[in-house]
C-alpha cells in the first residue's frame, strides 16, 4: 500500500470551504477561551460562543459524513438532561428553572460537544493550551497589581484577590480550572527559555491563590498538584503514600497561615459543629438544613437554579445573613434542586469523566493528548473539591468546565480514530 494511500486513511481530506470553516471556529473558541473568565464582557463572550457553534456547525456540513463523536459522556448527560426536565414538574418557581435549564444544561452541553468535536489534531489541543496559560498570565499578573495596589495584605484576608474576574470566589475557581495544565506545561514546552517562564508563571499563580484567601481553592490546588505528581510516575503506589503524607502537612502549615482563619473557633468543629462560627458554621447550618429537607422528600426537586433555595426556603432565608441564599455545595445544591436522582447523575458524569481521561501511564514529552488528558482528569478532581464549599458550576466557569472536558475526550476521539486507521492500514 502507497505511503499516499495510507495518509489517505490516517487524515481525512478537508476541502477547502470545510478548512476555512474549521478555523474560523478554532478561532473564535480560542478566544472564548481566554475572554470566557473576564467580567463585564458578556457580549463579545455570546459573539465568540455564537461564532464558535456556527462554524463548527458549517464546518461538519461540508465535510459531509457521519462523524459525530458521542463520547462516554452521551448516556450519563442524557440522564442528567432528562432528570433536569423533569424536576420542572416539581420546580417552585418553572419559568425560573427552565430558564436555568436552557442557559446552565443545554448550554453547557453546547460548550461539551463544541469541544469534542474542535479536535481534529493532536497540535489543536496545544493551541488551547497555550491560550490557557496566556490567559493565566493576564489574570495573575493583572490580579496582583490590582490587589497590592488596593491595600492588599499577605497577613489578612481584608481584601481578597479578584484580578479580572467578578472576585475572589470565581477567581479561586477559574484557578482550579487551569492550574494542572500550568503543571503539566513542561511537557509539551521543553526548552530552557520556556522553563523559566513556567517557573515564573508558577510562583505568581502561587502567590495569586493565596492572596484570594479561599481556603477551599488552595485544598483543591493541592489535590491537583498530588495528582499530577502520582499520574508523572510509574511507581505510583508509593509515590500517592508519600505525596498524600507531604499534602496532609502543606494542608497543617495552610491553615496556619496568616488570613487562614475567617471566623471559627476550630476547637468547636467536634464537639458542636454549628457553633464553629465563622464561614464554617455558616456552611455547616445550612447543610444541616438542606440535608433536612431533603431528608423529607429525597425524590422531589424543588427545581434547577441557585435562587430556588430562596424561593422554596422564604423563612431560612428570613432568618440568617444573606450570603446563605443557596446551599453553597454543588452537590447538595444539585440534590435539593433535582432530587438524589440528581445527585447520581453529576456523580456519574464526574466519575465516568475520571475514569476516562486518568492516563494509564505517564504523560510523556511531546504526547499533547495524554498530557491534556491528564491536566483535564486533575481539573475535575479539583473542580469537585473546590465546588463542596459553593456552587460555581454554573455561569463562565461552568461553562469552561464543559469545554476543557469537551476538548480532552476530542483528544481521546482522535486518538482512537488513528489507532483505528493503523489498523486497517
Avoid at 490516517?10 to 471556529?25: I, K, N, S, T
Avoid at 444541616?288 to 422528600?297: E, N, T
Avoid at 478532581?381 to 466557569?397: E, K, P, S
Wanted: proline letters at 3%; hydrophobic letters at 55%; one cysteine or more.
Amino acid at each position: 500500500m502507497s505511503a499516499q494511500h495510507q495518509s489517505g486513511l490516517l487524515q481525512w481530506e478537508r476541502p477547502g470551504l470545510a478548512d476555512a470553516f474549521y478555523r474560523m471556529a478554532r478561532l473564535f473558541a480560542l478566544s472564548l477561551v481566554f475572554i470566557l473568565p473576564l467580567e463585564s464582557i458578556t457580549a463579545a463572550r455570546e459573539m465568540a460562543m455564537v461564532g464558535m457553534l456556527l462554524f463548527l456547525v458549517l464546518f461538519l456540513w461540508a465535510r459531509g459524513g457521519d462523524r459525530f463523536r458521542a463520547t462516554v459522556l452521551f448516556w450519563p448527560l442524557l440522564f442528567y438532561v432528562a432528570v433536569t426536565v423533569f424536576s420542572l414538574f416539581t420546580a417552585v418557581d418553572m419559568d425560573y428553572s427552565l430558564k436555568e435549564l436552557r442557559s446552565e444544561v443545554l448550554r453547557g452541553l453546547l460548550f461539551f460537544y463544541a469541544g469534542v468535536h474542535l479536535i481534529q489534531e493532536a497540535d489543536n489541543l496545544k493551541q488551547f493550551w497555550g491560550v490557557i496559560l496566556a490567559g493565566l498570565a493576564v489574570m495573575t499578573s493583572a490580579g496582583l497589581f490590582i490587589f497590592f495596589n488596593e491595600g492588599g495584605s499577605l497577613f489578612n484576608h481584608a481584601v481578597r484577590a479578584g484580578s479580572l474576574h467578578s472576585g475572589y470566589g470565581t477567581l479561586g475557581t477559574y484557578l482550579v480550572l487551569v492550574w494542572p495544565y500550568l503543571l503539566l506545561a513542561p511537557l509539551l514546552w521543553t526548552g530552557r527559555g520556556p522553563r523559566w517562564l513556567w517557573a515564573a508563571l508558577l510562583l505568581a499563580t502561587i502567590l495569586m491563590a493565596y492572596v484570594t484567601y479561599n481556603r477551599a481553592a488552595w485544598l483543591a490546588m493541592l489535590l491537583q498538584a498530588a495528582m499530577c505528581l502520582v499520574m508523572l510516575t510509574s511507581h505510583r503506589l508509593r509515590t500517592l503514600l508519600l505525596v498524600g503524607l507531604a499534602a496532609l502537612l502543606a494542608v497543617g502549615v495552610m491553615f496556619m497561615a496568616p488570613g487562614s482563619r475567617h471566623g471559627e473557633s476550630w476547637d468547636r468543629l467536634v464537639s458542636n459543629p454549628l457553633k464553629t462560627g465563622g464561614t464554617a458554621g455558616d456552611l455547616l447550618t445550612l447543610w444541616a438544613y438542606s440535608y433536612k429537607q431533603v431528608k423529607k422528600d429525597p425524590f422531589r426537586g424543588i427545581g434547577l437554579g441557585r435562587h430556588s433555595f430562596s424561593k422554596a426556603y422564604p423563612k431560612f432565608r428570613a432568618t440568617h445573613q444573606p450570603l446563605l441564599w443557596h446551599a453553597h455545595n454543588t452537590f447538595v445544591d444539585l440534590t435539593l434542586q433535582l432530587g438524589v436522582q440528581g445527585l447520581v447523575a453529576i456523580l456519574l458524569i464526574m466519575g465516568v469523566l475520571l475514569w476516562a481521561l486518568w492516563p494509564n501511564s505517564p504523560p510523556r514529552a511531546g504526547q499533547e493528548v495524554q498530557a491534556f488528558a491528564a491536566a483535564t482528569a486533575a481539573l475535575v478532581a479539583g473542580f469537585c473539591l473546590r465546588n463542596l464549599f459553593d456552587d460555581f458550576f454554573v455561569d463562565d466557569t461552568g461553562m469552561m468546565f464543559w469545554l476543557l472536558t469537551g476538548l480532552a475526550l476530542g483528544g481521546r476521539a482522535l486518538l482512537r480514530s488513528q489507532d483505528g486507521a493503523r489498523k486497517i492500514i
